[in-house]
């Protein structure tokens, strides 16, 4: 098997673990911790040894993983990769119980932009963060992860809606709440969610005694995938974004002899609904990090200046059904390469610079690579890039890999395109200047 499709299934094994942000945070922790990266917590002091890993997670959510340089951060900068653990999905609302016409349901939220009718007729499990007290009335948290399907949206038969192939409007309060079973008779007394959940959680070995809250998302059970006559395509949920995250994670665990700069991992939470918590890029998490590596403010201005930030989010490769959603010049391709975002308004926070240099790194690297501008009629999109460049003036550059039905339940990317990138990131990290 070729190196490039063990990377593939390593990267289709991730996807698959990791339902949510918190399983995302978890599979990302035992690979740091088989290659001997150390846990920090942000109460305690950090002693520090050149050469040595380290990673530390905020909110179960969002992880810091670095490793640092035999130079001094002053001196070399840092060269920081970032993504973002979540993905646009339906989650459980706090209370949502429903019985609807004999059927069991709960009410969702949509959050963040679901491309909402590819989440109808799924085989849908459930997967998250519970909290609850245990016997002795102490507050803990367990992940949970049905894995099994529990759980369907199913859609109008079009006998009843003949213009659905015209214009099928989804309300997302009526239409999104998914079937879990047949109530039985008693009606939505007979049905409550956190016994269910504590049913759960026993059946899995924890003791408590009461489900006090929970964040919990649906997610679709079919499995990642090899697709195409020749395997050219990976098709998978959450592409967006843990295929950058397990790209940057792979990228440097696999830089694990000392490098004159120190290199670091961010991967926030919340980049889908705008960033803006104390886990997401927006917040302090990673301005506190690098404040406290450098030492002082001397050392930290000096750090940033010669920094760079490579933000990974996926981009969206010119559909063939749909050529004319590009500018004509900038579409970028499947497996074609990793592709710079460029966008005058800053939307991404690539420049004429950083863009010369991330060409340099695929160069070195005997990648091809590409660009992407929206067409000029066309709103778009962002990244963690310009909140990254805004919070930490520093230098950075917005690319990605290039996919098909961003924002989908399922998605595709080209099976040359994550490991193209992986190895621009590796150059990053080792080339010796900036």
Same mark, same amino acid.
């Given at each position: ?51 040595? !890993? ?6 179960? #959510?969002? &992880?810091? *993983?670095?490793? @640092?340089?035999? $130079?001094?951060?002053?001196? %070399? ?108 008779? !008693? ?6 969610? #956190?016994? &269910?959940? *504590?049913?759960? @959680?026993?059946? $899995?070995?924890?003791?408590? %005694? ?86 002082n403010e001397q050392q930290y201005q000096r750090m ?107 998605e595709t990317v080209g099976s040359l395109d ?17």
């Open positions: 098997m070729q190196e490039r499709d063990v990377f593939n299934q390593g990267l289709m094994s991730f996807l698959q673990s990791s339902p949510t942000p918190a399983h995302a945070v978890l599979t990302m922790t035992q690979h740091l911790q088989e290659a001997g990266f150390v846990q920090l917590q942000e109460g305690d002091e950090w002693p520090f040894q050149p050469g040595q !890993g380290y990673y530390l997670i905020r909110g179960d #959510r969002s &992880l810091v *993983a670095f490793r @640092l340089g035999h $130079e001094s951060l002053a001196e %070399a900068g840092v060269r920081m990769m970032g993504a973002h653990t979540d993905s646009p999905c339906l989650k459980v609302k706090p209370q949502a119980e429903l019985v609807r016409q004999g059927c069991l349901q709960l009410g969702v939220e949509v959050y963040g932009g679901v491309l909402q009718h590819t989440w109808f007729d799924r085989d849908l499990s459930l997967a998250g963060q519970v909290y609850f007290r245990n016997e002795d009335g102490l507050l803990q948290s367990a992940l949970l992860d049905l894995v099994e399907p529990i759980a369907v949206i199913p859609s109008l038969a079009i006998h009843l809606n003949r213009e659905a192939n015209k214009n099928s409007e989804i309300n997302a309060q009526l239409h999104l709440p998914p079937v879990l079973g047949v109530a039985t008779e !008693g009606g939505a007394g007979e049905f409550v969610f #956190r016994r &269910l959940l *504590a049913s759960w @959680l026993k059946r $899995e070995g924890h003791l408590l %005694a009461e489900v006090i809250d929970y964040d919990l998302s649906f997610y679709d059970t079919q499995p990642p995938a090899l697709v195409g006559l020749e395997k050219e395509f990976i098709s998978s949920a959450r592409l967006d974004n843990l295929l950058s995250c397990y790209i940057g994670l792979q990228a440097l665990l696999a830089t694990d002899q000392p490098q004159a700069s120190t290199s670091l991992l961010v991967c926030n939470d919340h980049e889908e609904v705008g960033s803006a918590s104390a886990i997401g890029a927006e917040g302090p998490f990673l301005e506190s990090v690098l404040r406290r590596l450098s030492g940033m200046a010669r920094s760079l930030l490579i933000s990974c989010d996926n981009a969206h490769a010119v559909h063939p059904n749909y050529p004319d959603k590009h500018d004509e010049k900038h579409g970028p391709k499947i497996n074609a390469g990793p592709v710079i975002k460029v966008n005058a308004n800053q939307r991404y926070a690539t420049s004429s610079e950083t863009s010369a240099l991330f060409a340099g790194f695929c160069a070195a690297a005997g990648v091809p690579c590409q660009r992407f501008v929206v067409r000029s009629d066309m709103g778009c999109g962002s990244t963690i890039g310009p909140i990254a460049a805004t919070r930490l003036g520093v230098r950075v550059v917005d690319v990605g890999a290039p996919q098909w039905a961003m924002h989908s339940i399922r994550a490991w193209y990138l992986n190895r621009a990131l590796q150059t990053f990290i080792t080339q010796s200047d900036l």
